[in-house]
């Protein structure tokens, strides 16, 4: 188990946002926090503190230079999603992203698109790959959430659709979206399944409040799972001590 760091990028600034109203409109979304820093302070914090595998997530547009700058802060030891296409996707490698993580761009129409996801590996190969897996809990079922998190596609997260998917990337993030933001707890069930499920990195996102909370994860994941926190960091205007994170994880 380990902690993979978060810099969220809106509208150029790093943010923490609760994902479910990330809106088109962009008029419903609500933050919890906006910061002062640049996205090169986080990364070289990271950096500093030797946190490999984070990711820089981009929501929206007007957010590629802010990324680009946290990629070339800490080259290699950040991924990097959002509006990832086969077009773009050797541009942010080249910039020091060591993963590329897609989601709206290989699920579409509610569906898996094949062909993009065997575009995307000719460009880049699967050893870069990260596919996002963010789902929402719809029903007894976890469903793949894309377009920002504002629709729900038909492709289940489920034991098979886990084990046909791992052919084809390095790496699984899975953002909770029902309770990614909220600081109210992570979603157990989900948690369980997945470390029942994965057999290739898997980073989980989503409601992590304390350290207990830490304590919890690895007991509920046996340490298989690795860990982002984002809004209930005190770096992030929350009451959770970063520092505290990294030591216990580290």
Known sequence: MRFRPCIDLHEGKVKQIIGETLDRSEQA??????SDEEPAYYAKMFAEDHLLGGHVIMLGQGNEQAAI??????????????????????????????????????????QLNMRNLDRIISEIGSEKLVIDLSCKQIGNEWKVATDRWTMISDVEVNQKNIKELERYC?????HAVDVEGKKEGFQEQLVQFLA???????TYAGG???LDDLDLFYDLSSGKLDITVGSALDIFGGQLPYRAVVNKLS
């Not at 030891?77 to 959002?82: E, K, M, N, V």
């Open 69 to 110: 700058q946290a990629l070339q802060a800490y080259p290699g030891g950040l991924q990097i999603g959002g509006g990832i296409t086969a077009e773009n996707a050797a541009i942010y490698l080249e910039q020091g992203a060591t993963h590329v993580i897609v989601t709206s761009y290989i699920f579409q129409k509610g």
């Open 29 to 34: 979304v609500v933050e919890n926090f906006v």
């Open 208 to 210: 992590i409040r304390t």
């Open 196 to 202: 029942e499920s994965v057999s290739i990195p898997t």
């Open 170 to 174: 390095d790496e699984f993030l899975i």
